[in-house]
């Protein structure tokens, strides 16, 4: 009976880790949303501000790059 009991505890507890996982990929998954549309919004700004249609992204590709490692690393954890 004693590791029926157990099993049924680390069942829950594997529920309640999952739950919580689902719930921090989420907020993750929100976060990388404001992300894009605030770096939209900011392009669309620098574009305005400069005073050209389209502003050549290849100077961004590294750092944007780096963000995006960086938000992967944060949903594995």
């Not at 992300?35 to 005073?51: D, F, K, N, P, R």
Request: aromatic residues 2%.
């Amino acid at each position: 009976m004693a590791i029926v009991n157990e099993t049924i505890a680390n069942v829950d507890l594997t529920l309640e880790q999952v739950t919580r996982q689902r719930s921090q990929i989420g907020q993750l998954n929100e976060v990388s949303v404001n992300l894009l549309a605030e770096s939209q919004s900011l392009q669309q700004s620098v574009t305005s501000i400069a005073g050209r249609e389209e502003i050549e992204m290849s100077q961004y590709a590294a750092r944007l790059q780096e963000m995006h490692s960086l938000l992967e690393n944060i949903s594995v954890k």
